[in-house]
């Protein structure tokens, strides 16, 4: 059987939020309990990195993707208000990732009716390692498949609204099972 760790992004006091009432915390804790249950439904043994109250370290949640066979950070971009978006974030050490990171972020923008940003990794200034706490220790931990996918920029009016429907959050936890079952189990 196969095992994702999903990580709801921020926690509960985390101050990302919109113009009209999202928050990302709330709504990657939805999204992470929809996709959890969607996997559930694929034979996929899928588990949170936290509580809907817990904050473990950046750290920490890398670190429990051992044994994983894929680890996904859920998260709502924010910029200027003008942007949008959707963009998939994946290791500079596991460049073998970029065409699945490629079409989450073109499956996420097409069911949101947004700009695909596409498939990227940001490297440390300071090193040869990745910017994200939490891809460095997934992939530091084994975990051979590292994502971080951004759904849309919540600091955006029209990508706040898409995000703040819960039926469209089960649309996109829907779509995320169905990509990461058959990325787990290519034809």
């Known amino acids: ?54 904050n473990p370290t950046l750290t920490r949640r890398g670190q429990m993707a051992r044994g994983y066979d894929m680890f996904i950070s859920q998260h709502s971009n924010a910029h200027n208000g003008r942007v949008r978006g959707s963009e998939v974030f994946y ?33 440390s200034a300071r090193g040869n390692w990745d910017h994200f706490t939490v891809i460095r220790k997934a992939v530091a931990a ?19 609204a898409w995000l703040k429907q819960d039926s469209n959050l089960k649309r996109l936890a829907e779509m995320q099972a169905r990509l990461l079952h058959r990325i787990l189990n290519p034809p």
């Not at 949101?112 to 990227?120: I, L, T, V």
């Not at 084994?142 to 706040?160: A, K, M, Q, W, Y």
């Open 142 to 160: 084994g975990c051979p498949r590292v994502f971080l996918i951004e759904s849309g920029f919540h600091d955006n009016v029209t990508d706040e």
């Open 91 to 123: 290791s500079i050490h596991q460049p073998e990732n970029k065409d699945e990171a490629a079409l989450l972020a073109a499956e996420t923008a097409r069911l949101m009716g947004n700009p695909n940003r596409g498939a990227k990794t940001k490297r």
């Open 1 to 54: 059987m196969f095992r994702i760790l999903i990580d709801p992004g921020h926690a509960p006091g985390n101050v990302n939020q919109g113009p009209t009432g999202y928050f990302e915390y709330e709504g990657m804790w939805s999204l992470s309990n929809l996709l959890r249950k969607e996997l559930s439904e694929y034979g996929i043994r899928a588990d949170l990195t936290r509580t809907e109250a817990a």
